[in-house]
Antibody
């Protein structure tokens, strides 16, 4: 199971940290990914990280503003989002990957982020 | 960036009918392609990986095919629970630069 939290309303230029609590599998053995979906729109990959916490990769639209990380002792995935823009408004999903650099096998239910003044 | 397109944007089908969804990449992705199903208000769920392998517990009426740049998801006999949006996604790039298609909405005719 994956349970996201931390989404809320934030002003442009602000920051937010999303969390994703994992259970039911050996968290440290799996790469993880964040994907977002703007209201009424399609899916967009945001970032991925290896099981050990290294090798983070980002979409160009968030590179330099967002940071993906994980705490394998607590089975939690994070997404630190800084310098937020209106266009970052979306539901953010965390997902368990089959392999690092591979597809996502299982998704959480998402947490909504609204960037607005 | 590998760009993914899907057609049609909307497919109107009656229960029991066959549905054929297409996905195209602007350059080869081999068989590094998945299909997801998303129902309203829910997270996507994995249907097919490796272009043609059904994910665990996915009904046999779902089948994927294709390689390179052209892919197809077929639902052999549509059930009421299959009305949803279907997305394809490539995972060919390294470092990862995953891209999704815009989706095909399968709705009730």
């Amino acid at each position: 199971q994956l349970l996201e939290s931390g989404g809320s309303l934030v002003q442009p230029g602000g920051s937010l940290r999303l969390s994703c609590a994992a259970s039911g599998f050996t968290f440290r053995n799996y790469a993880m990914t964040w994907v977002r979906q703007a209201p009424g729109k399609g899916l967009n990959w945001v970032a991925s990280i290896s099981g050990a916490g290294g090798s983070p990769y980002y979409a160009d639209t968030v590179k330099g503003r967002f940071t993906i990380s994980r705490d394998n002792s607590q089975n939690i995935l994070f997404l630190q989002m800084n310098r937020l823009r209106v266009e970052d408004t979306a539901t953010y999903y965390c997902a368990k990957d089959f392999l690092h650099g591979s597809y996502s096998e299982f998704w959480g239910q998402g947490t909504p982020v609204t960037v607005s003044s | 960036e590998i760009l993914m397109t899907q057609s049609p944007a909307t497919l109107s089908v009656s229960p029991g009918e066959r549905a054929t969804l297409s996905c195209r990449a602007n350059e080869t992705v081999g068989t590094n392609l998945v299909w997801y199903q998303q129902k309203p208000g829910q997270a996507p769920t994995l249907l097919v990986y490796g272009a043609s392998t059904r994910a665990p517990r996915v009904p046999a009426r779902f089948s994927g095919s294709g390689s390179g740049t052209e892919f197809t998801l077929t639902i052999s006999s549509l059930q009421s629970e299959d009305f949803a949006v279907y997305y394809c996604q490539q995972y060919y790039n390294w470092p990862p630069r995953f891209t999704f298609g815009p989706g095909t909405k399968v709705d009730f005719k």
